[in-house]
């Protein structure tokens, strides 16, 4: 397990953008999407780390959250948010399965317990916390 301790949305960003071109640079043979699973409470640092990973992907287009669309798709990488869902299966019946079973895809999803049942074996969990001060997060990683 790692650990992170950021004290600002930038600091969030930059470790998120960081990671994503570690998990590029790994040459690993998959048969299904990378997915990173996070969870942690509201205001914790989720989207904004999504943000940064997206970043260190490439991707320039705005990033916002998708509560209210559940998911965005940025080529081949999906931010997908299950605030709002209730059962995994409603994710199903919008073609979850076959994102997620694409080796080629990377699949950030904020409220990921919500649907754990249907995630992949291997994918990387990742847990935001809210730091004893106020713009302190702990983000612990779990592959």
Known sequence: MHSYKTDSSKE???????LAKKFLRAKTKRKNALVFALMGELGSGKTTFVQG?????????KITSPTF???KNYKQA???DCYRIKKADELLKLG?????????????????????????KNFVWLKFEHGPKENIRVIRLNS
């Open 53 to 61: 990973f997206l970043r260190g992907l490439g991707i320039k287009k």
């Open 78 to 80: 999906y931010h997908i």
């Open 96 to 120: 979850l399965r076959e994102v997620l079973e694409n080796p080629q895809n990377i699949v950030l999803i904020e409220w990921a317990e919500k649907i754990k049942k249907i995630l992949p």
């Open 69 to 71: 669309v559940i998911a």
């Open 12 to 18: 969030t960003q930059k470790i998120a953008a960081g």
